[in-house]
């Protein structure tokens, strides 16, 4: 399991900007719960695996790593092909949260038009495509670049874990209401993610 802290500063306001994104977002009672291919937060458990089984019955997914994940081959979304694996948390027998791991197909060390520097910005231009504009952009020590955006309830993480892959996180704020602290639920690693946001 990967478990991850998110902690953005602000040293302009006693209130991190995106803590109050996030406070505003959940004021206004406006429920976002689309995710992708018809997968919505708040879908009971049960209707998860019999969509997904239709979808690989129509030969839009397959089994991912291990077969713990579900896979879907993105073709013209991104600049490069690049495969797609998901797997939703569940509270209660309903989606919470989503992890969605991306990797370009054809991924080498040596090629860096198939960086996961220039995923990440192909899957934030093709988020802000599907999901609006407003990503906040804020920054790590270490790891670099992150956007964050919340719509409502629904709040969108995109990050890099390593040189090959990229993570989206998508998080019901209603259900997982310490924003500080989320995890993402396929795979065996833990990993920490401090985040200092910069004041623009």
Same mark, same amino acid.
């Given at each position: 399991?990967? *478990?991850?802290?998110?902690?953005?500063?602000?040293? =302009?306001?006693?209130?991190?900007?995106? $803590? /109050?994104?996030?406070?505003?977002?959940?004021?206004?009672?406006? /429920?976002?719960?689309?995710?992708?291919?018809?997968?919505?937060l708040?879908?009971?458990?049960k %209707?998860?695996?019999?969509? =997904?089984?239709?979808? &690989?019955?129509?030969?839009?997914?397959?089994?991912?790593?291990? &077969?713990?994940?579900?896979a879907?081959?993105?073709?013209? $979304?991104?600049?490069?092909? #690049?495969?797609?694996d @998901? +797997?939703?948390?569940?509270?209660d %027998?309903?989606?919470? $949260?989503?992890?969605?791991?991306? !990797?370009?197909?054809?991924? #080498?060390?040596? &090629?860096?038009?198939?960086?996961s520097?220039?995923?990440?910005?192909?899957v934030?231009?093709?988020?802000?495509?599907? +999901?609006? /504009?407003?990503?906040? $952009?804020?920054?790590?020590?270490e790891?670099?670049? !992150? +956007?964050?955006?919340? &719509?409502?309830? /629904?709040?969108?993480?995109?990050?890099?874990? %390593? %040189? *090959?892959?990229?993570? !989206?996180?998508?998080?019901?704020?209603?259900?997982?209401?310490?924003?500080?602290?989320?995890?993402?639920? @396929?795979?065996?690693?833990?990993?920490?993610?401090?985040?200092? !946001?910069?004041?623009?």
């Amino acid at each position: 399991m990967y *478990l991850l802290f998110l902690s953005i500063v602000s040293g =302009c306001s006693p209130t991190a900007r995106y $803590e /109050r994104r996030l406070k505003q977002e959940l004021a206004k009672g406006i /429920r976002y719960d689309s995710l992708f291919m018809g997968i919505y937060l708040g879908m009971p458990e049960k %209707d998860f695996y019999v969509h =997904c089984w239709k979808l &690989n019955r129509l030969g839009l997914v397959r089994q991912g790593t291990n &077969n713990t994940t579900v896979a879907y081959v993105l073709k013209n $979304e991104l600049k490069h092909p #690049a495969l797609m694996d @998901f +797997y939703p948390t569940f509270t209660d %027998d309903r989606i919470s $949260e989503m992890p969605v791991r991306f !990797a370009y197909a054809g991924w #080498a060390p040596w &090629n860096k038009e198939l960086s996961s520097d220039n995923l990440q910005l192909d899957v934030l231009n093709w988020y802000k495509k599907t +999901y609006g /504009r407003g990503f906040m $952009e804020v920054r790590h020590p270490e790891k670099g670049t !992150a +956007y964050i955006k919340v &719509n409502g309830n /629904r709040r969108i993480l995109i990050f890099k874990k %390593d %040189d *090959l892959y990229v993570w !989206a996180l998508f998080t019901d704020m209603l259900i997982n209401k310490d924003s500080l602290e989320f995890s993402t639920d @396929f795979g065996n690693n833990t990993d920490t993610l401090l985040i200092e !946001a910069e004041t623009k």
